[in-house]
């Protein structure tokens, strides 16, 4: 486990935690004007087999309430998924994820980290801004919600 003291906890997740992964990704993914790949279970089990990737849960109490799920390649790190379910948002837990993202991808040699979000993904977005991301680029029609094509902002972060 991995205490914070400014904010929620965090803690490492494996292989064994793929069906939870996939519960709080599907929980907080719900709104159907967010989109992206299926994260279900196999597809968490098949990320987390892959040398240089890593996840972790974020506590609400004691119970699981948000996610986050990177990959890191040599100097570049990214982050693959992000979320807290409805219930526990606002209450810092997407920051303590981000951190934690940050500080394991710097354990792994990273020293910048990337995101996609989408163009009008607010909540996200204010999130990134606040932990130091940057957009350095637009991928047009990148998502596809049930409002139709959305671009997807490419955010950096220098890391530390
Ligand atoms: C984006 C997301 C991960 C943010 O998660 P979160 O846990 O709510 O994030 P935080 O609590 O750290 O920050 C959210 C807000 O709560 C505020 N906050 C944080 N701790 C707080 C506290 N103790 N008391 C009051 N407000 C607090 C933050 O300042 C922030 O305010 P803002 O909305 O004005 O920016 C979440 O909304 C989510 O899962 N969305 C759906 C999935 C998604 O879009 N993922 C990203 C795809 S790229």
Same mark, same amino acid.
């Given at each position: 486990?991995?205490?914070?003291?400014?904010?929620?906890?965090?803690?490492?997740?494996?292989?064994?935690?793929?069906?939870?992964?996939?519960?709080?990704?599907?929980? %907080? =993914?719900?709104?159907?004007?967010?989109?992206?790949?299926?994260?279900?279970?196999?597809?968490?089990?098949?990320?987390?087999?892959?040398?240089?990737? %890593?996840?972790?849960?974020?506590?609400?109490?004691?119970?699981?309430?948000?996610?986050?799920?990177?990959?890191?390649?040599?100097?570049?790190?990214?982050?693959?998924?992000?979320?807290?379910?409805?219930?526990?948002?606002? +209450?810092?837990?997407?920051?303590?994820?981000? +951190?934690?993202?940050?500080?394991?991808?710097?354990?792994?040699? %990273?020293? %910048?980290? =990337?995101?996609?979000?989408?163009?009008?993904?607010?909540?996200?977005?204010?999130?990134?801004?606040?932990?130091? =991301?940057?957009?350095?680029?637009? +991928?047009?029609?990148?998502?596809?919600?049930?409002?139709?094509?959305?671009?997807?902002?490419?955010?950096?972060?220098?890391?530390?």
């Amino acid at each position: 486990m991995r205490p914070d003291p400014d904010g929620p906890r965090t803690v490492p997740a494996g292989l064994a935690h793929a069906p939870v992964l996939a519960a709080l990704h599907a929980l %907080a =993914f719900a709104d159907p004007d967010l989109s992206g790949p299926a994260w279900d279970e196999a597809a968490f089990a098949q990320l987390l087999m892959l040398p240089g990737t %890593a996840a972790f849960l974020a506590l609400a109490g004691e119970e699981p309430a948000g996610l986050v799920l990177l990959r890191t390649a040599a100097d570049e790190a990214e982050i693959l998924t992000i979320g807290t379910i409805p219930a526990a948002r606002g +209450r810092g837990i997407g920051l303590a994820l981000l +951190r934690t993202a940050a500080a394991a991808a710097c354990d792994s040699g %990273a020293q %910048a980290m =990337f995101l996609e979000v989408a163009a009008g993904n607010a909540p996200a977005q204010r999130l990134y801004a606040r932990s130091g =991301f940057e957009t350095v680029g637009r +991928r047009r029609g990148y998502y596809h919600t049930a409002a139709g094509p959305v671009d997807a902002l490419v955010l950096r972060r220098a890391l530390p």
